[in-house]
């Protein structure tokens, strides 16, 4: 079966621009969760979404913000882009909760603000 | 609130030889937790998990961890390094608000 999807692949956007990024899930998955990855913070979760509701936000300004739309696709989007926010942004679906339900990951949107 | 530490940031193992990661977590409740790998400019990929029962679990490419609720511990084990071995590894929990948390990672490397 397919994969999660993450397009773009790279993207490369100017301070103070908003970007938006999209991941398709697995087939049947409802569950999509957004993870930011830096060399210095590490993985920090973002949000999570089930069958278009948000049940957990990470700890971010609000400049940060997703949607998950009737077919668990999902986007998120970034406005007033900062330096700081360049990242690889990864998309992770599954059945139910990243709890006790395997979470396959995308292979990620490569973020570079100049 | 939860949280997971990875030591070792480095590790270099000669091929062939064993490799043990070391993974500790902070977690109130029974933990639900998970060993991912990545390798370059790619996502996370599942090794394995545990949720309950045999606290010795077994994963793909011949990985194996042991769950040990007294040292709060979890670590990741293989008997004989391969080189393509060589990526991140990530140790997470899951928790009860939909997340997963992640450890700082450990590189490996291999030589031959």
């Known amino acids: 079966k397919a994969g999660v999807t993450q397009t773009p692949r790279y993207l490369i956007k100017t301070r103070g621009q908003q970007v938006t990024l999209s991941c398709s899930p697995i087939?049947?998955?409802?569950?999509v969760s957004w993870y930011q990855q830096t060399p210095g913070q590490g993985l920090q979760f973002l949000f999570e979404?089930?069958?278009?509701?948000?049940?957990n936000k990470g700890n971010f300004p609000g400049r940060f913000s997703g949607r998950q739309f009737s077919n668990s696709r999902s986007e998120m989007n970034v406005s007033t882009l900062e330096l700081g926010d360049s990242a690889l942004y990864l998309c992770a679906s599954s059945l139910g909760s990243v709890r006790d339900t395997e979470a396959f990951f995308g292979q990620g949107t490569r973020l570079t603000v100049v | 609130a939860q949280s997971v530490t990875q030591p070792d940031i480095h590790i270099t193992v000669s091929e062939g030889a064993s490799l043990e990661l070391r993974c500790n977590y902070s977690y109130g409740a029974t933990p639900y937790l998970f060993w991912y790998v990545q390798s370059p400019g790619q996502g996370l990929q599942l090794l394995l998990k545990y949720f309950s029962g045999d606290t010795l679990v077994q994963g793909i490419k011949g990985f194996e961890a042991e769950f040990k609720r007294s040292q709060s511990s979890f670590n990741l084990r293989k008997p004989s390094v391969h080189w393509s071995d060589a990526a991140e590894y990530f140790c997470?929990?899951?928790?009860?608000?939909?997340?997963?948390?992640f450890g700082a990672g450990t590189t490996v490397t291999v030589r031959a």
């Open positions: 979404y089930f069958s278009e509701t948000q049940r």
């Open positions: 997470a929990v899951g928790s009860n608000d939909y997340k997963l948390s």
């Open positions: 087939s049947g998955h409802r569950s």
